[in-house]
């Protein structure tokens, strides 16, 4: 049978685009899906400020009238900009298990990206860091994250046959809390403490975190840049991300790390997982998505771990000690029992060092890829 491209033209195709995982995944335990408000409103030119620097369009494949799959052309010019690139992006890919339809819609891309001077076509990834990035290559019998790219175990094999080549890979763990704080834990923190005149600043509610939200975003900026993919985010971009993720937080599952000024230092972010709750909200707050996700919060044993940030100069000294004590301190007055750590950078030897005072297993692997566009596309 005949694929037909079609682009996304207005919003009902949108919400065809948006629904289409839904349906894909329906069967599927260990997918997690997104709220439906959010992805619209990401790729929605008029609501998401990342496209003041970014082209993107959207394609629907067809067969029979029926979606087989989906994918996002994106160039990211700011990014390009910063890092010299001539690179286009693709994300937001699905399709079923059949050549003919991953073949179609990788060929509308390439060829999109070409005609804009694109040498490379990469993913698969979002508009900015604070999009999902990864495809699962391990893993794929895991319950996945609020904050990941879960996809069926043909999609590699797929992209493989297209050409597409490993770029980088990062790899997740699932972490024990322990019955208690390691010992090495605390007297590394208390050692550290003292040493650099650093203390953990205490918050006791959302409004007071609220405070700190702008520091963190330039730290953030500050201690990440040297990573692969980062480009500095727009005071548009910070606000955007802050209004997607600041609803979800809880200021006793961050923790903060000043100086004897009070200047932040490093903080860590983690969160209640919502993977269950998502799951049985089906995408949707509302009229009782809204409970599942109250819920969450407040019976779980189950936490993810989104970011751990250092202040450069003060890397490689054991900061992360004096997070890990007081999250620690948090998991278990909550009754945590595991922890997500979501994806690190497999050549990031320095973040995962810091599990080996933790069981853990490492259970999931993630890759983005990369293909030279040539005149042949």
């Not at 690179?87 to 073949?103: E, I, L």
């Not at 994806?343 to 259970?363: C, S, V, Y």
Request: proline share 5%.
């Amino acid at each position: 049978m005949t694929v037909i491209i079609k682009p996304v033209q207005n919003k009902s195709d949108l919400k065809k685009f948006v629904q289409f995982p839904f349906d894909l995944y329906r069967k599927n335990s260990c997918w997690v899906p997104p709220l439906k408000k959010q992805i619209l409103s990401t790729l929605n030119k008029n609501k998401n400020p990342a496209f003041e620097t970014c082209d993107a369009d959207l394609w629907l494949a067809y067969r029979d009238g029926e979606i087989v799959g989906r994918i996002t052309g994106i160039i990211n010019h700011r990014y390009n900009e910063y890092t010299g690139k001539k690179q286009a992006r693709f994300g937001w890919v699905d399709f079923v298990d059949d050549p003919d339809v991953s073949g179609v819609l990788f060929k509308v891309v390439e060829q999109w990206a070409k005609e804009r001077g694109a040498e490379t076509l990469y993913g698969p990834i979002g508009f900015t860091n604070d999009d999902q990035a990864g495809m699962l290559v391990e893993g794929f019998e895991e319950l996945a994250t609020m904050a990941t790219i879960y996809n069926f175990h043909y999609y590699p094999q797929h992209l493989k046959e297209l050409g597409f080549q490993k770029e980088v890979d990062w790899i997740e763990y699932q972490i024990q809390i322990p019955e208690e704080i390691p010992p090495e834990i605390d007297e590394y923190a208390k050692h550290i403490t003292n040493q650099q005149c650093l203390h953990i600043i205490e918050t006791h509610s959302k409004k007071e975190l609220l405070g700190y939200v702008w520091e963190i975003f330039e730290l953030f900026q500050e201690a990440y840049k040297v990573l692969n993919g980062f480009f500095p985010l727009s005071e548009k971009q910070v606000d955007k991300v802050v209004q997607k993720y600041f609803s979800f937080f809880r200021h006793d599952y961050i923790a903060l790390v000043a100086d004897k000024n009070n200047k932040l230092v490093a903080f860590g972010i983690t969160m209640p997982s919502f993977s269950r709750a998502l799951q049985k909200s089906g995408g949707k707050l509302l009229p009782f998505g809204w409970w599942h996700l109250k819920r969450a919060i407040k019976h779980c044993d189950l936490v993810d771990s989104y970011l751990i940030g250092v202040k450069p100069e003060l890397q490689g000294k054991g900061i992360p000690a004096l997070i890990l004590k007081k999250l620690c301190r948090v998991f278990l007055e909550k009754g945590i029992k595991y922890a997500e750590s979501n994806p690190e950078l497999e050549m990031n030897t320095k973040i995962q060092a810091q599990w080996k005072f933790f069981g853990h297993r490492q259970h999931k692997r993630r890759r983005c890829y990369v293909k030279a566009l040539d005149s042949d596309c």
